[in-house]
């Protein structure tokens, strides 16, 4: 016979103000089985724990139910305070009077009367409820970083100095990310690639670190702690084991003409490239959609010069597994490209660039070895205008976020646009100035005040080409909304602070791995102030601007803190998870195997059943207790109910409906409630 | 059942002597080579009209089998009864449509393909009370060379009509109608239900050997003939064919209270294929859609 508790909160007015928590009390003291029922103030705080503990002592409780906030809250809290008192925790239930109930509704009398329902529904769910223990699974201590840029790169130096086995998935030819393509880096104007290449190669070297670039992740199977990733070694066309990287192919190659991506455009790079001088690791890549080789079938000028003989134009996509316990997704950002304004040229004016394409510009190692000069002449602007927030706190453009890193490099722009053209004019057009952080505002402050940079609040409306004085210039329209009136500039150079997104397939990454994202495609957080490194996916974590945009700092610290965590999920040699998974009646499976092919876990594994002479007389499903994460798509799946959830048994699930009213849409029907 | 007689008169270009001439070859051999251990197929009844299934295990029995326009059994359904499991492997004559249903049993892992020889008919339309069946209409299996057979018997060549079907056009008024009226028009069909499972047992993809509606710990679906029960057990078969019915139709000619599963199952079965550009047992790689999880899945109804 049961004997159930039911504990009522009013989580001080939370419940109480539109729910009569000693009403909903006093009602579920007439249900069968309800031994004691009471409310208190705080059920949480250590009295109210206490009130609980003693009464499953005293009145022999077989089954509680806590009725106040979301389960996601407390039901770890209460369920501890249950197992303290000697009670197995499964046999104690939340029932969700607060979320589901007092929160979204304001009349008393109706709130009161759902949270009965709710919480009565619970108590026969209990009764149905069995005593169940935790599931332990072993851990892979070994981590998957996707994204080799800085946050990658932190994350995966952070782990692997921890002694731990790191694996980093890079989707192009070298790591380094869009870091590696900056000139200098605010509020400290630190030389971006002098920071960042030591630890490129530190990555390279490390011993813990199993580094593959131009390869992108295939697919990720398994649950925190077991993972199995397959990912997809992009055919380079060179074999890097053989290769030098003296880059005399690079040199001889005819192709000469192709926009360079780490450029950004305003440069050019052969069809066989290393990206970058600094590049990690230093061997070329072929391109094949413009290499004459694989475009026209003759050529192979690299083949011939290539002393080491490394090329390899048979080589193709290779797949290899690996298997982790973590992933840390750190998949960096895209900014949008400036066809997307048409009011600013779309993309048809040359001297209308974005902000990284000027942070090539102005880089010492960049096409200009860092002269700024206008991409239509090479001449020096001598005035420029940079416009923040292109793109960005725009819903018409689809994106009303703030892209948050644009502030600051675009003072920084303006900075180094003055300190490299002294007698140079550089405007910024902005809508607020953003600049919270360490030294962030003083250095706004220094490009306004001591360099000189001319601050215009307000948006510009049109840009388009003119010739004066037989010069082709930029007349950038736009408003000063201090002063209130329209400005005119000519303008040899317009830069556009254009908007951050993520990077591309960042979407389906997500789905690959199994964790969710947001309606921009941003990877989301489990909590946005608790926990901001990880996902809602155990054992996934996030890191730099895969979430959201950031700037290098915030990036190296959510890389660490990412880290971290993988560090704190690898202290352990086994994982304890609760036990609520899938089992399989093989009594009742015919053997379709549809819960195979629609379960995401590859749970579900084959078993022959034999007769006694040991022969196969059918097929059935098994379910790996480790793998499955009792998600139930097998259990809807089922035509004939031969899957079952522990923990959310069928039983259970019925006993739930069954405790509410009878349907009151249909009271004339003839066989009433069953 | 609704039946349509426009085709009928085609039939008389099949010789049904020879093919019945050619299935008898056929079993003899397959029986004599001992590459099967038995041969279903149609024998006379005692109404000309009404064939039934016979189950030929000896090769000097094989006159017993018989072919006629009225041969509209489904026979996919022996296959996975436990008597006739327990002898493969098995021949079985197969119209098109019935052919479809094995498949779908091959993709289902009822059975193996290599345990069943089909021996595809050639069909132009079965008639069951001098009517042919509406089925017949739209069949794009005819002529079942187009789909997995083991030997095609017969070659008629006839397109598959592009002029709506009588299920069609009936499908047409019913999406005509509001969701209130529709409603109204499924519960009258429904209420007649005496649920008797007919449909259930003669249904080849029925293969459960725990149907939902006796489950009774908890007991999800009334058993009682009732608005409630019968809508519960008529809809979640319904649910439970969608990608998988074949439009075979055996339920709906089992059905001793004229329900019209006929058009509920052509529905799901264009549902499906406007859905999923899917059609049920045409394929031996593909599963049933809603089983199947792809990432380029249409995603268009989440809103």
């Given at each position: 016979m049961a004997r159930i508790g039911v504990f009522v909160c009013w989580c001080g007015e939370n419940i109480a103000r539109t729910v009569d928590v000693v009403k909903v009390a006093e009602a579920m003291k007439?249900?069968?089985?309800?031994?004691v029922s009471l409310d208190y103030k705080?059920?949480?705080s250590d009295p109210g724990q206490k009130i609980i503990k003693e009464a499953i002592v005293n009145e022999r409780l077989t089954g509680v139910v806590v009725a106040l906030?979301?389960?996601?809250?407390h039901e770890k809290t209460f369920r501890t305070a249950a197992k303290e008192a000697?009670?197995?925790?499964?046999l104690l239930e939340v029932a969700?009077?607060?979320?589901?109930?007092s929160w979204v509704h304001e009349d008393k009398n109706e709130g009161t009367k759902k949270a009965i329902e709710i919480t009565r529904s619970v108590v026969e769910r209990v009764k149905q409820n069995h005593e169940l223990q935790n599931i332990t699974v072993p851990i892979t201590n070994r981590a998957l970083v996707i994204g080799g840029g800085i946050a990658g790169i932190q994350a995966a130096l952070d782990i692997a100095n921890g002694g731990h086995q790191v694996v980093m998935v890079e989707?192009?030819?070298?790591?380094?990310?869009h870091m590696a393509g900056l000139s200098e880096t605010f509020?400290?104007?630190?030389?971006s690639q002098c920071i960042l290449t030591p630890r490129m190669v530190e990555v390279a070297r490390h011993p813990n670190i199993k580094l593959y670039t131009y390869?992108?992740?295939e697919s990720v199977h398994g649950f925190v702690g077991n993972f199995k990733v397959k990912i997809r070694k992009k055919a380079?066309?060179?074999?890097i084991n053989v290769?030098?990287?003296?880059?005399i192919c690079q040199e001889k190659c005819?192709?000469?003409k192709i926009p360079s991506e780490f450029e950004c455009g305003t440069g050019f790079r052969k069809a066989?490239?290393?990206?970058?001088?600094?590049?990690?690791?230093?061997k070329p890549v072929i391109d094949r959609e413009h290499c004459t080789y694989f475009t026209k079938?003759?050529?192979?000028l690299c083949e011939k010069v290539c002393g080491p003989k490394?090329?390899?134009?048979?080589q193709v996509d290779e797949y290899v597994e690996e298997d982790v316990g973590a992933i840390v997704v750190a998949t960096g950002y895209e900014v949008i490209t400036s066809e997307k304004f048409p009011e600013y040229g779309a993309g048809r004016?040359?001297?209308?660039?974005n902000g990284l394409q000027f942070e090539r510009l102005a880089s010492a190692s960049g096409p200009t070895e860092g002269r700024i000069v206008?991409?239509?002449?090479?001449k020096e602007p001598e005035t420029i205008v940079f416009i923040a927030c292109a793109g960005s706190r725009d819903p018409a453009k689809?994106?009303?976020?703030?892209?948050?890193?644009c502030c600051m490099y675009t003072a920084k722009h303006a900075m180094l646009y003055r300190h490299k053209i002294h007698h140079g004019k550089a405007y910024v057009f902005y809508?607020?100035?953003?600049?919270?952080?360490?030294?962030y505002d003083e250095f706004v402050r220094r490009a306004i005040e001591q360099d000189g940079a001319l601050y215009v609040r307000g948006r510009v409306s049109r840009i388009y080409e003119k010739t004066v004085n037989g010069q082709k210039k930029l007349i950038v329209k736009g408003a000063d909304t201090i002063l209130n009136k329209a400005m005119e500039i000519e303008a040899d150079m317009v830069v556009l602070a254009t908007a951050v997104t993520p990077s591309p397939g960042a979407a389906q990454l997500a789905q690959k791995v199994g964790t969710p994202y947001n309606e921009y495609e941003f990877f989301s957080e489990?909590?946005?102030?608790?926990?901001?490194?990880?996902?809602?996916?155990?054992g996934v974590f996030l890191a730099g601007s895969a979430q959201s945009p950031k700037d290098i700092p915030e990036s190296v610290s959510d890389a660490s803190a990412a880290a971290s965590k993988v560090q704190i999920l690898f202290s352990k040699k086994e994982l304890e998870r609760d036990p609520y998974v899938s089992v399989v009646n093989t009594d009742k499976c015919?053997?379709?195997?549809s819960c195979e092919a629609v379960c995401p876990y590859r749970a579900i594994t084959r078993e022959e059943i034999k007769n006694r002479k040991g022969e196969v007389v059918r097929m059935v499903a098994q379910i790996n207790k480790g793998l499955c994460?009792?998600?139930?798509g097998c259990i809807s799946i089922c035509r004939a109910k031969a899957c079952d959830l522990i923990g959310y048994t069928d039983e259970q699930i019925w006993a739930q409906i069954h405790s509410y009213p009878a349907d009151p849409i249909d009271p004339t029907e003839e066989n009433g409630h069953e | 059942m609704t039946t349509n007689?426009?085709?009928?008169?085609?039939?008389?270009?099949?010789?049904y002597n020879d093919l019945q001439s050619e299935i008898r070859h056929l079993a003899k051999d397959l029986l004599e080579s001992k590459k099967v251990r038995i041969v279903i197929g149609y024998g006379s009844g005692p109404l000309n009209s009404k064939p039934v299934p016979v189950f030929i295990t000896?090769?000097?029995?094989?006159?017993r089998l018989v072919y006629n326009e009225?041969?509209?059994?489904?026979?996919?359904?022996?296959?996975?009864k436990a008597e006739i499991k327990a002898k493969a492997p098995w021949a079985i004559v197969v119209k098109g449509c019935d052919a479809r249903s094995v498949i779908g049993l091959v993709v289902e892992n009822q059975?193996?393909?290599?345990d069943v020889f089909t021996i595809g008919v050639s069909c132009n339309g079965v008639k069951l009370e001098g009517n042919t069946l509406s089925?017949?209409?739209?069949?794009?299996?005819?002529?079942?060379?187009?789909?997995?057979?083991?030997k095609v018997i017969g070659n008629i060549k006839t397109a598959s009509s592009t002029s709506a079907s009588t299920l069609d056009k009936e499908l047409e008024q019913l999406n005509k109608m509001s969701a209130e009226e529709r409603f109204q028009f499924w519960k009258n069909e429904f209420d007649r239900?005496?649920?008797?499972?007919g449909c259930r047992q003669i249904?080849?993809?029925?293969?459960?050997?725990?149907c939902i509606a006796e489950?009774?710990?908890?007991?999800?679906?009334?058993?009682?003939?009732g608005s409630r029960g019968n809508f519960a057990w008529n809809a979640i078969r319904a649910f439970h064919l969608v990608?998988?019915?074949?439009?075979?139709m055996e339920c709906s000619r089992a059905c001793p209270m004229g329900i019209r599963l006929d058009l509920l199952n052509h529905y799901l079965a264009q549902e499906v294929r406007d859905s999923y550009n899917f059609v049920a047992g045409?394929?031996?790689?593909?599963?049933p859609p809603l089983t199947t999880y792809n990432l380029k899945d249409n995603q268009d109804f989440i809103k």
């Amino acid at each position: 016979m049961a004997r159930i508790g039911v504990f009522v909160c009013w989580c001080g007015e939370n419940i109480a103000r539109t729910v009569d928590v000693v009403k909903v009390a006093e009602a579920m003291k007439s249900i069968q089985g309800v031994i004691v029922s009471l409310d208190y103030k705080y059920m949480c705080s250590d009295p109210g724990q206490k009130i609980i503990k003693e009464a499953i002592v005293n009145e022999r409780l077989t089954g509680v139910v806590v009725a106040l906030c979301s389960p996601l809250m407390h039901e770890k809290t209460f369920r501890t305070a249950a197992k303290e008192a000697g009670l197995n925790p499964f046999l104690l239930e939340v029932a969700n009077i607060r979320e589901h109930c007092s929160w979204v509704h304001e009349d008393k009398n109706e709130g009161t009367k759902k949270a009965i329902e709710i919480t009565r529904s619970v108590v026969e769910r209990v009764k149905q409820n069995h005593e169940l223990q935790n599931i332990t699974v072993p851990i892979t201590n070994r981590a998957l970083v996707i994204g080799g840029g800085i946050a990658g790169i932190q994350a995966a130096l952070d782990i692997a100095n921890g002694g731990h086995q790191v694996v980093m998935v890079e989707r192009t030819p070298s790591i380094g990310g869009h870091m590696a393509g900056l000139s200098e880096t605010f509020p400290t104007l630190d030389c971006s690639q002098c920071i960042l290449t030591p630890r490129m190669v530190e990555v390279a070297r490390h011993p813990n670190i199993k580094l593959y670039t131009y390869s992108e992740v295939e697919s990720v199977h398994g649950f925190v702690g077991n993972f199995k990733v397959k990912i997809r070694k992009k055919a380079r066309s060179v074999d890097i084991n053989v290769c030098t990287g003296c880059g005399i192919c690079q040199e001889k190659c005819p192709q000469k003409k192709i926009p360079s991506e780490f450029e950004c455009g305003t440069g050019f790079r052969k069809a066989i490239y290393i990206p970058f001088p600094q590049a990690v690791p230093n061997k070329p890549v072929i391109d094949r959609e413009h290499c004459t080789y694989f475009t026209k079938g003759k050529c192979k000028l690299c083949e011939k010069v290539c002393g080491p003989k490394a090329i390899r134009y048979d080589q193709v996509d290779e797949y290899v597994e690996e298997d982790v316990g973590a992933i840390v997704v750190a998949t960096g950002y895209e900014v949008i490209t400036s066809e997307k304004f048409p009011e600013y040229g779309a993309g048809r004016f040359k001297d209308v660039i974005n902000g990284l394409q000027f942070e090539r510009l102005a880089s010492a190692s960049g096409p200009t070895e860092g002269r700024i000069v206008r991409p239509s002449d090479g001449k020096e602007p001598e005035t420029i205008v940079f416009i923040a927030c292109a793109g960005s706190r725009d819903p018409a453009k689809g994106i009303p976020y703030c892209s948050k890193i644009c502030c600051m490099y675009t003072a920084k722009h303006a900075m180094l646009y003055r300190h490299k053209i002294h007698h140079g004019k550089a405007y910024v057009f902005y809508m607020d100035i953003r600049s919270a952080g360490k030294g962030y505002d003083e250095f706004v402050r220094r490009a306004i005040e001591q360099d000189g940079a001319l601050y215009v609040r307000g948006r510009v409306s049109r840009i388009y080409e003119k010739t004066v004085n037989g010069q082709k210039k930029l007349i950038v329209k736009g408003a000063d909304t201090i002063l209130n009136k329209a400005m005119e500039i000519e303008a040899d150079m317009v830069v556009l602070a254009t908007a951050v997104t993520p990077s591309p397939g960042a979407a389906q990454l997500a789905q690959k791995v199994g964790t969710p994202y947001n309606e921009y495609e941003f990877f989301s957080e489990a909590h946005p102030k608790l926990r901001p490194v990880e996902s809602n996916t155990a054992g996934v974590f996030l890191a730099g601007s895969a979430q959201s945009p950031k700037d290098i700092p915030e990036s190296v610290s959510d890389a660490s803190a990412a880290a971290s965590k993988v560090q704190i999920l690898f202290s352990k040699k086994e994982l304890e998870r609760d036990p609520y998974v899938s089992v399989v009646n093989t009594d009742k499976c015919f053997g379709c195997f549809s819960c195979e092919a629609v379960c995401p876990y590859r749970a579900i594994t084959r078993e022959e059943i034999k007769n006694r002479k040991g022969e196969v007389v059918r097929m059935v499903a098994q379910i790996n207790k480790g793998l499955c994460q009792g998600c139930g798509g097998c259990i809807s799946i089922c035509r004939a109910k031969a899957c079952d959830l522990i923990g959310y048994t069928d039983e259970q699930i019925w006993a739930q409906i069954h405790s509410y009213p009878a349907d009151p849409i249909d009271p004339t029907e003839e066989n009433g409630h069953e | 059942m609704t039946t349509n007689s426009n085709q009928s008169n085609q039939n008389a270009n099949i010789n049904y002597n020879d093919l019945q001439s050619e299935i008898r070859h056929l079993a003899k051999d397959l029986l004599e080579s001992k590459k099967v251990r038995i041969v279903i197929g149609y024998g006379s009844g005692p109404l000309n009209s009404k064939p039934v299934p016979v189950f030929i295990t000896d090769a000097n029995d094989v006159d017993r089998l018989v072919y006629n326009e009225f041969c509209f059994n489904n026979l996919s359904i022996y296959l996975t009864k436990a008597e006739i499991k327990a002898k493969a492997p098995w021949a079985i004559v197969v119209k098109g449509c019935d052919a479809r249903s094995v498949i779908g049993l091959v993709v289902e892992n009822q059975i193996k393909r290599d345990d069943v020889f089909t021996i595809g008919v050639s069909c132009n339309g079965v008639k069951l009370e001098g009517n042919t069946l509406s089925k017949c209409d739209t069949c794009a299996v005819k002529n079942p060379s187009n789909i997995n057979v083991n030997k095609v018997i017969g070659n008629i060549k006839t397109a598959s009509s592009t002029s709506a079907s009588t299920l069609d056009k009936e499908l047409e008024q019913l999406n005509k109608m509001s969701a209130e009226e529709r409603f109204q028009f499924w519960k009258n069909e429904f209420d007649r239900c005496i649920r008797c499972y007919g449909c259930r047992q003669i249904c080849p993809h029925c293969f459960c050997n725990n149907c939902i509606a006796e489950k009774s710990a908890p007991q999800w679906i009334s058993t009682t003939p009732g608005s409630r029960g019968n809508f519960a057990w008529n809809a979640i078969r319904a649910f439970h064919l969608v990608g998988r019915c074949v439009e075979c139709m055996e339920c709906s000619r089992a059905c001793p209270m004229g329900i019209r599963l006929d058009l509920l199952n052509h529905y799901l079965a264009q549902e499906v294929r406007d859905s999923y550009n899917f059609v049920a047992g045409m394929d031996l790689e593909q599963k049933p859609p809603l089983t199947t999880y792809n990432l380029k899945d249409n995603q268009d109804f989440i809103k």
